[in-house]
Structure formats: structure tokens, C-alpha cells
């Protein structure tokens, strides 16, 4: 797979990727709280394929409407494509089952850990590089999300390990994007990666016997975890990531432990410990840093 030209970044959006930013965090924090909502109403290999599968067929609704499928572009991609999209599959369907093992705050903040992998990856694989003031909020942010994840009575159960395995290849198939996908045209590189993922989560579904029609609140909550999980979210994360480098985009992101934190208080009326506070502190603070320099 050899990299493509990256695309020309508009400057409007580059200007507005505070905004941008900010609507990726609040959305990105729900990920695990639409799988527990699911998992009364459907197994996880089926609450999963159907939600990718509500994703897949917004964008291509939306694809189609501006008549711009093109199929040549997976022809040319389809390696890329077949693994991004495995990747994903597996992530997506060991997250679903993971919620029955561990709460969705715990996974959500445990899930953090991706800053650790994806750094790993940015720096040895894709060579890229922090300043010194970077290196600074880089650390900071990974004492925080150290402190807010790894909290006592967590880490040793088989639904923090099942998170601990899907973040890996979460954070793998981020760089495998960041590497080749850059310069796919956007709109249809967001499309071949749902329908390639939930194309894989069928499969597993149909592979395990799980197959199942969905009763009517599953329907609406995957088409509410469709919209807003897979179409919203996803769209915002990879918007974001080709407008800077994975190691700056990873240590951003770090911030979505905070947010956690924010939805868990206003859902659920769980105050946050001082651990989780003093963590969320210095996640703010790593990543104000970066930002800063960066700019």
C-alpha cells in the first residue's frame, strides 16, 4: 500500500478545528454507554454489525445523493480497506462484549489507554516527532489519563482487558489511516471503511449464530448509535486526524476522559473522585500545552 499525495486542507476547516475538536470529545465519550444501552436488546455481535451496518447505509444514502460512489477508488484500496475495516470490526465487537463485564464510565476511561499505543506507533512507525514543550504535555497528559484510568478494582477484570485489547487495535488501525488513507478522497474512503467494517462484523455474527431480528427499541437505539457514534463521531475523528499529526491527535484526544467524567455526573449522578479530578487536571493541562506550542 503505498501512501497517496495527501489532499488539500481547506483552510475554513482548519480555522474552526477548536469546534471541530470539541464536538469529536462530547461524541466520542458515548461509545461505550450506546453499547451497554444494546446489550438487554441484542448479543454484541448483532448490536454491533447493526449499528455499522445503520452507518454505512446513511453515508451511502448521502454518497448517492451527491453522485459521488465511486467504486475505482476501492478497487485501488480494497487491501487497505480489507484491513482497516478487520481491524475495526474486531475493536467494535470486543467493545460490545466488554460492556458486560465492566461499567461504560470505567471502559470509556480505561479505553484512554490508546494515547499510549498510538504515540508507540506515531513516533516509531510513522516517525514523527514531538518539540520539547510537546514532550512535556505528552507526559503530563499520560500521568493524567494513568491516574484516572487505572484506579483501583479496575484493571484486573476480563472486561478492562477485553478494552485493553480493542484499544490496541483501534490505535493500530488509526495508524494504518494515518499512514495510507490520507489522500482517498474523504467522502468515499468514509464509506468503503463502514460498509468493509460492518461487511466483517456480519461476518462474525453470522459465524457465531447471532443473527437475530432486533425488537423495536433495538432498532432505534441503533439507529441512534448509527447516526451518532459511527456517522457523527467517526466522521469528526478522521476529519480531524488529517489535519494534524497522529501523535498531536492522540494527545488531544486524551481529553475524552474529562468529558467521560462530565457525561457520568450528568446521566448517572456519579460525582467524580479526587483521583479522577486530579487526573482530569493534568490531562487538561498536558494537552493545553501541545496545543499551544503547536500553534
Given at each position: 500500500m503505498t501512501p497517496p499525495a495527501t489532499e488539500a486542507r481547506p483552510a475554513g476547516l482548519a480555522a474552526n478545528m477548536p469546534l471541530l475538536f470539541m464536538a469529536l470529545l462530547i461524541v466520542d465519550s458515548l461509545h461505550f454507554v450506546f453499547a451497554r444501552a444494546l446489550l438487554p436488546h441484542l448479543p454484541p455481535e448483532m448490536s454491533s454489525f447493526l449499528v455499522l451496518a445503520v452507518g454505512a447505509a446513511q453515508v451511502g444514502v448521502f454518497q448517492?445523493?451527491?453522485?459521488?460512489?465511486?467504486?475505482?477508488?476501492?478497487?485501488?484500496h480494497w487491501r487497505f480497506f480489507i484491513v482497516v475495516g478487520l481491524l475495526v470490526a474486531a475493536s467494535t465487537v470486543i467493545n460490545y462484549a466488554a460492556v458486560a463485564f465492566i461499567?461504560?464510565?470505567?471502559?470509556?476511561?480505561?479505553?484512554?489507554?490508546?494515547v499510549l499505543f498510538?504515540?508507540?506507533l506515531s513516533l516509531f512507525w510513522l516517525r514523527?516527532?514531538?518539540?520539547?514543550?510537546?514532550?512535556?504535555?505528552?507526559?503530563?497528559?499520560l500521568i493524567g489519563v494513568f491516574i484516572v484510568s487505572f484506579q483501583p478494582g479496575e484493571y484486573l477484570r476480563l472486561g478492562s482487558l477485553l478494552v485493553l485489547l480493542s484499544t490496541f487495535l483501534y490505535a493500530l488501525h488509526t495508524a494504518v489511516v494515518k499512514r495510507h488513507g490520507e489522500g482517498i478522497d474523504f467522502g468515499n474512503f468514509f464509506l468503503f471503511r463502514i460498509a468493509t467494517?460492518?461487511?466483517?462484523l456480519f461476518a462474525f455474527a453470522a459465524a457465531r449464530g447471532q443473527l437475530v431480528w432486533p425488537s423495536g427499541m433495538g432498532w432505534l437505539l441503533a439507529f441512534v448509535a448509527g447516526s451518532v457514534d459511527v456517522v457523527i463521531s467517526r466522521a469528526l475523528y478522521y476529519l480531524s486526524l488529517r489535519r494534524m499529526p497522529m501523535s498531536i491527535h492522540t494527545i488531544i484526544l486524551t481529553l475524552s476522559p474529562v468529558?467521560?467524567?462530565?457525561?457520568?455526573?450528568?446521566?448517572?449522578?456519579?460525582?467524580?473522585?479526587?483521583?479522577s479530578l486530579v487526573g482530569g487536571a493534568l490531562v487538561v493541562l498536558g494537552v493545553a500545552l501541545v496545543t499551544v506550542r503547536k500553534r
Open positions: 448517492a445523493a451527491r453522485g459521488d460512489v465511486r467504486p475505482a477508488i476501492f478497487r485501488r461499567d461504560p464510565g470505567a471502559a470509556s476511561l480505561l479505553s484512554k489507554t490508546s498510538a504515540l508507540g514523527e516527532r514531538l518539540r520539547r514543550g510537546e514532550v512535556l504535555g505528552a507526559l503530563l497528559a467494517t460492518a461487511f466483517f468529558v467521560t467524567i462530565l457525561w457520568a455526573l450528568l446521566l448517572f449522578g456519579v460525582a467524580p473522585s479526587t483521583l
